[in-house]
């Protein structure tokens, strides 16, 4: 069974750093992209940022330069450094996992509120 849990979420002023991170059961680690979504009130789900099975990182332009995205195949976790945080980050985040054929898991999410 595929479980992710997501932990590292918080209060931070605006400006401050966190970092997320998500812990994944299951077998095949090693071959899945991971990315981290989020969800603010009000509005749809989107991505952050993707770290493919080779370990490729991609960002969406909000967070890119201000964010880093990492995975640790022996731990089976992935990292969402975010730094410069800003008001317009606060959101529900998830760790999403893809596998080899194509299926995803969801965490169940961890809130970052950003105070300004």
């Known amino acids: 069974q595929v479980q992710l849990v997501e932990s590292g979420g918080g209060l931070v002023q605006a400006g401050g750093s966190l970092r997320l991170s998500c812990v994944a059961s299951?077998?095949?680690?090693?071959?899945?992209?991971l990315g981290w979504y989020r969800q603010a009130p009000g509005k749809q789900r989107e991505l952050v940022a993707g770290i493919t099975s080779a370990g490729v990182p991609n960002y969406a332009d909000s967070v890119k330069g201000r964010s880093t995205i990492s995975r640790d195949y022996g731990k089976r976790t992935v990292y969402l450094q975010m730094n410069s945080l800003k008001a317009e980050d606060t959101a529900v985040y998830y760790c999403?996992?893809?596998?080899?054929?194509?299926?995803?898991?969801w965490g169940q999410g961890t809130q970052v509120t950003v105070s300004s």
């Open positions: 999403r996992r893809t596998t080899v054929s194509g299926r995803d898991y």
């Open positions: 299951g077998t095949m680690f090693r071959l899945n992209d």
